[in-house]
């Protein structure tokens, strides 16, 4: 089990397959050619890292046509997630909140919470916007 965990923990190593799974994750199945322009990457790129992402799980396809829309396996990703809070030690214990560890152990411990405060902020305003394309869409 743990080989398979380091195989994961390798695919993740790569920012564009983090960036092509957000991309899915917030937009929804797309072929390879849209990803591209999104990301600025080549199309061959997008595949390969598609290949590698598809091998591990991640992500999945099902042809249309001549289409081929990538998305992700949500279970996939819910047990991705599961994995990294059972090593993570930023004190959320995986719920994603408030990171009291980090705060104990930092000299200005106002200044970490204001930074908290502004991700949670930044994240509120993703939320909201896609609350809000969500809601045009019905």
Request: net charge positive; glycine share 8%.
């Amino acid at each position: 089990m743990e080989k398979k965990q380091a195989e994961l923990f390798k695919v993740l190593g790569v920012e564009s397959r983090i960036k092509i799974l957000e991309l899915l994750k917030h937009k929804g199945p797309l072929g390879a050619n849209e990803m591209s322009e999104k990301l600025g990457i080549t199309p061959s790129a997008v595949s390969q890292h598609l290949k590698i992402l598809k091998h591990a799980g991640l992500v999945r396809n099902e042809r249309k046509g001549y289409w081929i829309p990538y998305k992700i396996d949500p279970a996939a990703l819910e047990k991705c997630g599961e994995l990294i809070s059972t090593i993570c030690n930023c004190g959320c214990k995986g719920t994603g909140q408030f990171r009291e560890a980090e705060v104990n152990t930092a000299e200005d411990k106002v200044a970490v919470l204001r930074k908290y405060e502004q991700e949670l902020q930044e994240e509120m305003k993703t939320v909201q916007a896609r609350i809000e394309e969500l809601g045009k869409e019905v």
